[in-house]
């Protein structure tokens, strides 16, 4: 292993040291990672086919290249400390009050927080948001509520700089209150269209409530603008997203995401929302099984033929597994210099966002929430276990965090590799 961490590093300084090896690997040397001007002054590589790889070992040798070419970008750029930054900040989240005169806490979720940890790189680009809003509205199911307390919670993983999360935590609140009547009519009228509790277990997705899908939608395409409109002059940078709203009183969660960013329903296996869980995906805390279902299903990458038809049909092309070579998601907000006419569903890199909506049970349900620095390093049941190891969501999500980096060294950062990117994780026990 010494050896192979030796040779990656040796490999990784020739490149940044002479720039034109990059075009012998396969990548190309003269764009910048996450968009902007053309840097560097080698032969342009002509772009590669969309397809997947036809085989593994090609697969692996385009991972390497891609992984090469964003430390060579994060290098030249100064974007990596001397020594990494392991300092763990946690926060909880979701302690509201409202000036109604009314205690709510009943319809609050037990407990939530978020960790994040820097780590080789120079600035923390990641960011986070929540929310509670006091939904109001006709009851339209037989058994909804007239009014229900919603609470949103929000990571933001950003790219090229912190400016396009950091802008997306700023204006979330204001955008979700402009969605109350849409919120209220898929929390309040949501009877009879969301999986049952008892369902069985099914990896099938179910469709939504009614608007679920419609006005998350155009909220994601609405805080996109608002980010493009926020980005300074000549700003590069741009965020995954992934948002879950939670009506604990009705059971109904909703989760939409734009990037590579991930999400987890997790379940004890006497939880009644079997229906909501993955047979295939099995974790263990003691001799208790867990049960967990990934609430975001693509990660959408540009090599993905859906994603890579729409790239092509908006004029761009995908190279080196990348968005013209420069950005390696296909959905985000912000990177303004990918789309030029504003936000829209058929930008090549779109803000569009999945959408999916799955029930909860109070004191069972454990919803996981996590960058890609998260999860890169470590399995989904392995992040299973440890949200659920403690009631405490700020001692999970901090405990996700720490295993995230944990084989952190002194060797330096290594693309792929403990601490190379941020991790930012969220946990809310319903």
């Not at 009014?147 to 700089?161: P, R, W």
């Not at 540009?302 to 013209?324: K, S, W």
Request: hydrophobic share 40%; glycine share 10%; aromatic share 6%.
């Amino acid at each position: 292993v010494t050896v192979s961490v030796l040779y990656w590093r040796h490999e990784f300084i020739c490149c940044y040291e002479q720039p034109k090896k990059l075009v012998n690997m396969g990548v190309r040397a003269s764009r910048a990672t996450d968009g902007g001007n053309p840097q560097g002054t080698a032969a342009a590589v002509p772009p590669t086919s969309n397809s997947r790889p036809a085989s593994k070992q090609k697969a692996n040798e385009d991972a390497a290249n891609r992984a090469v070419f964003g430390f060579v970008a994060a290098a030249r750029t100064g974007a990596f400390r001397a020594a990494p930054d392991m300092e763990c900040h946690v926060e909880r989240l979701g302690n509201v009050q409202f000036k109604c005169g009314v205690d709510h806490r009943a319809e609050l979720v037990t407990s939530a927080a978020v960790a994040t940890v820097c780590g080789w790189r120079k600035s923390n680009e990641d960011a986070h948001a929540d929310a509670a809003f006091a939904l109001q509205g006709p009851a339209l199911g037989a058994r909804a509520p007239r009014s229900a307390i919603v609470q949103a919670f929000a990571i933001f993983d950003g790219h090229g700089g912190a400016e396009a999360a950091e802008a997306a935590r700023g204006c979330l609140t204001d955008i979700l209150h402009d969605y109350h009547d849409a919120m209220a009519e898929t929390f309040l009228g949501c009877g009879g269209t969301v999986p049952a509790a008892n369902a069985p277990c099914s990896n099938q997705r179910e469709e939504g409530p009614p608007l679920a899908a419609d006005w998350m939608h155009r909220l994601f395409l609405d805080l996109d603008n608002e980010v493009l409109a926020a980005l300074p002059a000549g700003s590069r940078a741009g965020a995954t997203a992934v948002v879950v709203v939670v009506c604990k009183a009705t059971g109904v969660a909703i989760c939409a995401h734009a990037g590579d960013s991930m999400a987890l329903l997790i379940d004890r296996p006497d939880s009644d929302t079997a229906g909501d869980c993955d047979d295939e995906c099995n974790a263990s805390r003691g001799d208790i099984p867990l049960r967990h279902r990934r609430l975001t299903a693509s990660l959408h990458s540009p090599n993905d033929p859906t994603e890579a038809a729409r790239i092509t049909g908006d004029g761009a092309y995908v190279e080196n597994g990348r968005v013209l070579g420069r950005l390696a998601v296909a959905r985000a907000l912000g990177d303004r210099s990918f789309k030029l006419g504003g936000s829209s569903k058929e930008s090549a890199v779109t803000a569009w966002p999945d959408v999916v909506a799955f029930r909860i049970i109070p004191n069972r349900s454990t919803i996981v929430m996590g960058c890609d620095g998260v999860f890169e390093l470590q399995s989904e049941s392995e992040v299973a276990a440890i949200a659920v190891s403690n009631g405490d969501a700020a001692v999970s999500a901090r405990a996700v965090v720490e295993r995230a980096i944990a084989p952190i060294g002194g060797t330096g950062p290594i693309p792929g590799g403990p601490g190379f990117d941020n991790a930012t994780c969220c946990v809310i026990h319903v």
